[in-house]
């Protein structure tokens, strides 16, 4: 009698270990409240290719994610791509990695988790003036006001992502050999 309970016991608690996925890969998007910012699309900019390269940070109430941008050139074109980055706020482990291409005055990336996890992302630029908030502070990049855009694949406009500023941290940011795929 005693090893049947402890065998229902045991079923029960290794079921509700597996109920919820473990969450390796960390958290790619901030959840919750994403109160909407009225930014001007209309009114973006030409993106700064020249300020862009280093480690940005992005922050939503206790949500923090680091991303780090290198401008490459394409070998074929000529044109620029921009190789993304996402980094734990926390563990500063990789989370994600994409790269984006300039489409009107924006970048868009569509960039994959170390979990497999794909989604879009989105960078513009917005002239001090037509920002509908002032810059974060601290931010080292005082020539404009940068937006990052996250959300799932099937977002169509951006009303449907999180929008947030981002803020820079370092124009200098090494990147190593560490990726999803060497972990």
Sequence with gaps: MLRHILLAALLIFSSVGHAYPSNDEGTIMPS?????IPWPWSSAQPF????????????QD???????FKVVKEKTSGGRQLLVRQIDGETRRVLAEGVGFETGKNILAQMTSCGGTVYRL?????????SPQP?????????????????????KTTSEMVNLQLSK???RFRFSQETCVSR
Excluded: C, H
């Design 62 to 68: 206790d949500y923090v994610s680091y991303f780090a």
């Design 122 to 130: 989105r960078l513009t630029s917005f002239s001090l003036e037509n």
């Design 169 to 171: 941290v370092s124009s």
């Design 32 to 36: 919750g409240d994403n109160r909407p």
């Design 135 to 155: 810059p974060v502070s601290g931010n080292l990049y005082k020539n404009s006001v940068m937006v990052l855009s996250v959300g799932s694949l099937e977002a």
């Design 48 to 59: 700064p290719w020249d300020d862009i390269q280093g480690l940005w940070r992005i922050e």
